[in-house]
Every structure is written in C-alpha cells, then in structure tokens.
Antibody
C-alpha cells in the first residue's frame, strides 16, 4: 500500500521560501507510470494544482505559480519536494502531495490522483 | 487555460435521494475528467476516473457520465456517509479542479 507523508515548517515568514518534502513509502518513487504532484487548499476553499514531476525529472507547473515554484525529486530517499518562493499570506493553505497515475497508449489516455498525503498546514505570517 | 465550473455550489438532500452534480469545461476535454470526494479535514479521494469509470472499492451508488464540455456526477441514493464536498478535475492538459459542490443532509 503506497503512502505519502508531507513534512516541513508549519510557519513561514512573508517574502521567504516555503519548503516541503513528501516521503513515499510502500513503493519506489522511480518506478511505474506515475508522476508526483503538489496540490494546495486554502481554508474553506477549493483545490489548486501546483505542479508535478515525472520520474524522468521533467516538470510542469501551474502557470499562475510558475515563476515561484520548483519541484524536485530525490530517488535515493524516495522523496520529492516543493519550494515556493516570495510567499505572502495568500499562500497560506493545506498543502497535499499526491501520486498521479497515468496511462497513455493508442490514443487512450488516463490520468488521475490515486494516492494523497494527509496534508500539512502552512501559515505565512510574520 | 481550461476553466471548470460546477453546479450547484451546495445542496441539501434527504437520505435516499438521488443527487446530481454537473461540471462544465470551458473547452472540449473529451472524457478527461475525474471526480473526487473530500470529507472535512481529510484528503480528497478518487471516486470516478475517465468520466465514467468507478474506482475500485467505491460503492456503485456513485456514477459519472458525459464527454466534451458537460459532465454529470450522480449519487443514486444518498447515504449519511456521503456528506462531503465533491470536485471534478480535468486532465486535458495541465490538471485543474472545479470549485466544488458541498453536499449536506436535509
């Protein structure tokens, strides 16, 4: 059973960089047709996809956050990480890591988030 | 950029009622749509993938349909444990979520 667990500071000062790590257990982060994503949710609001990293190392980011986001992977530790720079109070949210499961063959394409971490609250405040 | 809308934003229904939520995409996304259930304080859970495929272990009272720009999510007989917020999510290009529909018991 795959499990994901977020870790990192729960409080970040404005203008600083938010850094979170997601540790994957129950399977190798570098095997299979998967990518690894970060998704956030401000209190009482909806889900916002932040970005993803494939096992190849290629990344995609939400255009609204692209200039501030970096996602990286450490296969030796079975972890992937999020860095969000120049944070403001608007970045206060529960941050989830999730596994993207995709299948692409002969014009048939599937892509969904099948495993999620429990989420970690990050507050941006001085 | 594909925009997703959902309606209604919230609803109240009685146990046993049929509940329907609609999701609309701003452009044709074929059947590249998933549905998730999120209970308070919990991570979202995948219910439906590829617009109409039931995820393993999900009760059969949940179903999805649609393609192109218009999609429907249905709970055939609402149960107390179905109280949650439901989100559609497109994957035509970069992933994106709808705003959610909160379902309560009347």
């Amino acid at each position: 059973q795959v499990q994901l667990q977020e870790s990192g500071p729960g409080l970040v000062k404005p203008s600083q960089t938010l850094s979170l790590t997601c540790t994957v257990s129950g399977g190798s982060i570098s095997s299979g047709s998967y990518y690894w994503s970060w998704i956030r949710q401000p209190a009482g609001k909806g889900l916002e996809w932040i970005g993803r990293i494939y096992t190849s190392g290629s990344t995609n980011y939400n255009p609204s956050l692209k200039s501030r986001v970096t996602i990286s992977v450490d296969t030796s530790k079975n972890q992937f990480s999020l860095k969000l720079s120049s944070v403001t109070a608007a970045d206060t949210a529960v941050y989830y890591c999730a596994r993207g499961n995709y299948y692409d063959s002969s014009g048939y394409y599937l892509d969904y988030f099948d495993y999620w971490g429990q989420g970690t609250l990050v507050t941006v405040s001085s | 950029d594909i925009q997703m809308t959902q309606s209604p934003s919230s609803l109240s229904a009685s146990v046993g009622d049929r509940v329907t939520i609609t999701c609309q995409a701003s452009q044709d996304i074929s059947n590249y749509l998933n549905w998730y259930q999120q209970k308070p304080g919990k991570a979202p859970k995948l219910l439906i993938y590829d617009a109409s495929n039931l995820e393993t272990g999900v009760p059969s009272r949940f179903s999805g349909s649609g393609s192109g720009t218009d999609f429907t999510f249905t709970i055939s007989s609402l149960q107390p444990e179905d109280i949650a917020t439901y989100y559609c999510q497109q994957y035509d290009n970069l992933p994106g979520f709808g705003p959610g529909t909160k379902v309560d018991i009347k």
